[in-house]
């Protein structure tokens, strides 16, 4: 399978506990993306990655959010404390270059947080 | 600010029906890319065209086709025929340019359902 791949698919945590998830870009990849989707909304954009560096976060990215992507291939997306309202969809893409190539995106992982 | 609008919600029709997904967007770009993605109920979004401003040539593959119109700001996407396989929520979205070439923009999506 050479498509984006996200582990875990679901996760439900308890308020206040650290959850991490992980991302597999396509190979070839060297842009990789962060979204965050709740239920009945388009996806919402909280950063990306060229390569290893990390070049934007959104205003969503609080400080209880942080991301990697060390050696520029695969990434991880960690929440700390955390809370009944980061339940959410956590969707990876990735993409060959800039805004002008199309992000394909993997399946997703689904945080409950009790 | 960019902003993508999709004002259908929710459509329903008949399977073998024609249906229009409406999108309307805004950007003070003047070099962008509209996309449309589809998520089935899988829920993976699965990438269906890519267009950029330059090219205002409408689209047609298959059963799908696209019309984007700089004038009116929008870039809808039809299908012919439709069947019960299309049955999915519809996202359109846009991209920039420039200090804002970094992500895509989505809509609220269209959920589309096809009876039998």
């Known amino acids: 399978d050479t498509g984006v791949s996200q582990n875990p698919r679901h996760k439900i945590t308890k308020r206040g506990q650290n959850v991490t998830f992980r991302c597999d870009p396509i190979s070839e990849h060297n842009r990789l993306y962060w979204y965050r989707q709740t239920l009945g909304q388009g996806p919402e954009f909280l950063t990306y990655?060229?390569?290893?560096?990390?070049?934007?976060k959104s205003r969503l990215l609080s400080d209880r959010f942080s991301a990697e992507r060390p050696k520029g291939s695969f990434s991880t997306l960690e929440i700390q404390r955390t809370e009944q309202g980061d339940s959410a969809m956590y969707l990876c893409?990735?993409?060959?270059?800039?805004?002008?190539?199309?992000?394909?995106f993997g399946p997703g992982t689904r945080l409950t947080v009790t | 600010a960019q902003k993508v609008t999709q004002a259908q919600t929710e459509i329903s029709v008949v399977e073998k029906e024609d249906v229009t997904l409406d999108c309307v967007y805004e950007t003070r770009d003047t070099t962008y890319y509209l996309f449309w993605y589809k998520q089935p109920p899988s829920g993976e979004l699965v990438f269906l065209i890519r267009r950029n401003s330059f090219d205002e040539q409408n689209e047609i593959s298959g059963r799908y086709s696209w019309n984007f119109q700089k004038s009116t700001s929008s870039f809808n996407f039809t299908i012919t025929a439709s069947q019960v396989v299309d049955s999915a929520v519809y996202f359109c979205a846009l991209g920039g340019a420039g200090s804002s070439a970094s992500k895509i923009i989505f809509g609220s999506g269209t959920r589309l359902s096809i009876r039998p």
């Open positions: 990655f060229q390569n290893e560096a990390q070049l934007e």
């Open positions: 893409a990735s993409s060959p270059g800039g805004p002008s190539y199309e992000q394909y």
